[in-house]
């Protein structure tokens, strides 16, 4: 059986949204504590509280700080705070991937190198513990393939460092290109920084779930309340069985090309992903007047269409596409990683209808490795294979 997290952000996700969800669904409070006193923070205190939002009962997780007088922290000095605690290695790493992630989105939009991003809200006490429970949480569950929703975009402006910012947060949409959103719904800022932070570190899916047998459910409570929603964040545990499959319908987009230079493809490509493409093909073919020419085949999700045409007209010949609705089914998969003695190296993991497993390294992990002149391709899988069986 194949162990299932979907996060349901009906209300969005923050980072205490997410620690009280994962907190109500584990009931690990007293294991909570103890971990965070292995992180070198000191002068804040936390509180774990049952109570409701637009009448729906949940968790509450607030980090209490006396005093706020602690300036920004930078990136390096995030990350040596948290490889210095006696958190359990894959949350530690995870709460380092989140960091990382957050200072590269920050750079992105501020034009400046992840290093030089100082954290403002984000870097406070507070940040760092939502994050490092958030990841603790998260790794005692155990190994699961994680699913999000459709997320809610909010409305409106949002108070920064840097003034007012729209909703979302340019940072926030920068952590989660190629996720699907609903901009304009619900009232202020319902996904922060720190939650798209986590959904990243926690690597999930946005495709839709495989069918499962829900065990448990938890439900993180928010600290404001939204007119004519309930402000929460429910995270469902649940069991696929062997081979589960997914399945989603999604859109075939296809242009037929004769009078490009095929050179033009790469960036095509590339920006079709950023847009939110699923996967993309050039396929030969030969046109009218027997011209030799391409079939440009993207997959995406319907909400991302008009994103990714205007990536294949702005940089293709094309002056026309056509599109078409496909169903797919989906074999249970999960993402994980595993430490190799040439570094670390993710691998994707696939549930056969037998029950077998079949797992790939990511091949530009591996690449990186060879590169490096470390091991060749063969030493690499050998390693990971034998790595990711124990």
């Known amino acids: ?17 997410t620690v009280a969800a994962l ?20 002068g ?3 509180s774990v509280a049952k109570g409701s939002s637009g009448g729906l009962a949940g968790t509450r997780f607030t980090v209490k700080i006396p005093s706020r007088r602690a300036g920004p922290r930078n990136l390096p000095e995030i990350v040596s705070l948290l490889r210095r605690s006696s958190l359990p290695d894959g949350a530690k790493s995870r709460a380092v991937d989140g960091f990382d992630r957050l200072a590269a989105a920050e750079a992105k939009v501020h034009g400046t190198k992840k290093e030089k991003v100082h954290f403002h809200e984000v870097g406070a006490v507070d940040a760092i513990v939502d994050i490092a429970a958030a990841c603790f949480l998260f790794d005692l569950i155990g190994t699961a393939a994680s699913y999000c929703s459709p997320l809610p975009g909010g409305t409106g402006e949002a108070w920064s460092a840097h003034g007012k910012l729209p909703v979302p947060g340019p940072a926030t949409l920068a952590l989660l290109t190629g996720a699907p959103w609903r901009f304009g719904e619900g009232d202020g800022e319902l996904v922060t920084p720190t939650g798209a932070a986590l959904l990243r570190a926690f690597g999930v899916s946005f495709e839709r779930p495989p069918e499962m047998t829900v065990r448990r459910t938890g439900i993180g409570l928010g600290h404001r309340e939204i007119p ?9 545990e649940g069991e696929a069985s062997s081979g589960a499959t997914g399945r989603d319908r999604v859109l075939e987009v296809e242009a037929n090309i004769d009078d490009m230079s095929p050179q033009r493809f790469e960036l095509l490509m590339e920006r079709a992903f950023a847009a939110g493409a699923l996967d993309v093909a050039i396929l030969p073919a030969t046109m009218k007047k027997n011209r030799p020419g391409w079939v440009l085949r993207i997959l995406c999700p319907e909400e991302r269409l008009e994103m990714v045409s205007a990536a294949v007209f702005s940089l293709s010949t094309a002056i026309g596409l056509r599109f078409h609705a496909c169903d797919r089914l989906k074999l249970a998969r999960r993402t994980g990683e595993v430490a190799t003695r040439y570094g670390r190296v993710r691998v994707k993991e696939a549930t056969l209808p037998d029950g077998s497993v079949r797992a790939v390294p990511e091949y530009d992990d591996v690449k990186r490795i060879v590169r490096a002149g470390r091991a060749t391709f063969e030493e690499v899988a050998l390693e990971v294979a034998a790595k ?3």
């Open 23 to 42: 907190l109500a669904l584990t009931g690990a409070e007293k294991e909570l504590r103890r971990a965070l006193r292995g992180i070198p923070v000191r």
């Open 388 to 390: 990711w069986r124990r």
């Open 1 to 17: 059986m194949t162990k299932v997290l979907y996060f349901d952000c009906y209300s969005g996700i923050a980072g205490d949204m």
């Open 228 to 236: 004519g929603r309930p402000n929460v964040l429910r995270v469902v």
């Open 44 to 46: 804040y205190a936390v």
